[in-house]
C-alpha cells in the first residue's frame, strides 16, 4: 500500500514568494496532520483534521501559514509570503480516528524548505 | 518547561549491548504514550506504544512510571541498524490527536 505522499520533496523560494507544500493521506485515514520540525524547535504540530473539517489550528505560527483539506485524499500547507525563518522540513501524517490509538501517526517523506 | 523532555546524547553503544534511556512529561493527564524513531533526514517512524504494565517488541522493551512521570526504553543486542533517533511521544487525555514530541534522543550504535 502506498504510504503518505508529499510534494515536493524540497522547495528552495526566495523571501516573499508564496509557498504550496501538498500531501495525500493514505486511503481510508481520516484524520490529518501537519507538522514543521526545525533543529531548534523540533517537531511541532501546525494543524490537523479530522474528516476534513480543521480541528485544531492553534499551532499554526500567524496569518500567512493557511492549509485546506478539500476532500479525504489531499491537502495544501500555504505559506504567503514565505520569510527565511520558515525554513524547516515539513510533515504531513495520517491516522485513524477511530479504532486506533492516537499516537498511531503515519508520516510522510517531508517537504525540505529553504527560504533564500 | 518543556512538555516532554529528553536527554538528546548521543548514546554510544557497542553493537550487542544494551542501551536504555528515559524521557519524562510534565502533564499528569497524559494518557498515550509511543516511541517514535527517525533515521537522519528521513520521517518519523513508530516504534511501539507503551503500555501501563510495559511491554516488550522484540529487542525493545517499554516501560511507563505514571507515578514519576517517565517513559523508559530499552534496546538488546543493538544493531548497526538500531542507530537512529528516537523520539518521546505523548498524548494528553483532553486532545486527541495533538502529539508532543520530544527533541529526541540519538542512539549510535557502533561496530
Known amino acids: 500500500d502506498a504510504g503518505v505522499i508529499q510534494s515536493p520533496r524540497h522547495e528552495v523560494t526566495e523571501m516573499g514568494q508564496e509557498v504550496t507544500l501538498r500531501c495525500k493521506p493514505i486511503s481510508g485515514h481520516n484524520s490529518l496532520f501537519w507538522y514543521r520540525q526545525t533543529m531548534m524547535r523540533g517537531l511541532e504540530l501546525l494543524i490537523y483534521f479530522n474528516n476534513n473539517v480543521p480541528i485544531d489550528d492553534s499551532g499554526m505560527p500567524e496569518d500567512r501559514f493557511s492549509a485546506k483539506m478539500p476532500n479525504a485524499s489531499f491537502s495544501t500547507l500555504k505559506i504567503q509570503p514565505s520569510e527565511p525563518r520558515d525554513s524547516a522540513v515539513y510533515f504531513c501524517?495520517?491516522?485513524?480516528?477511530?479504532?486506533?490509538?492516537?499516537?498511531?501517526?503515519?508520516f510522510g517523506p517531508g517537504t525540505r524548505l529553504t527560504v533564500t | 518547561r518543556k512538555e516532554v523532555e529528553q536527554d538528546p546524547g548521543p548514546f554510544n553503544v557497542p553493537e550487542g549491548a544494551t542501551v536504555a534511556f528515559n524521557c519524562t512529561y510534565s502533564?499528569?493527564?497524559?494518557?498515550?504514550f509511543f516511541w517514535y524513531r527517525q533515521d537522519c533526514r528521513k520521517e518519523p517512524k513508530l516504534l511501539m506504544s507503551?503500555?501501563?504494565s510495559g511491554n516488550e517488541d522484540g529487542r525493545f522493551t517499554a516501560q511507563l512510571n505514571r507515578a514519576s512521570q517517565y517513559i523508559s526504553l530499552l534496546i538488546r543486542d543493538s544493531k548497526l541498524s538500531d542507530s537512529a533517533t528516537y523520539l518521546c511521544v505523548v498524548n494528553p487525555i483532553d486532545s486527541w490527536g495533538k502529539l508532543q514530541f520530544g527533541a529526541g534522543t540519538q542512539v549510535v550504535v557502533t561496530p
Open positions: 507503551v503500555y501501563s
Open positions: 501524517a495520517s491516522s485513524l480516528s477511530v479504532g486506533a490509538r492516537p499516537g498511531e501517526q503515519y
Open positions: 502533564n499528569s493527564a497524559s494518557q498515550s
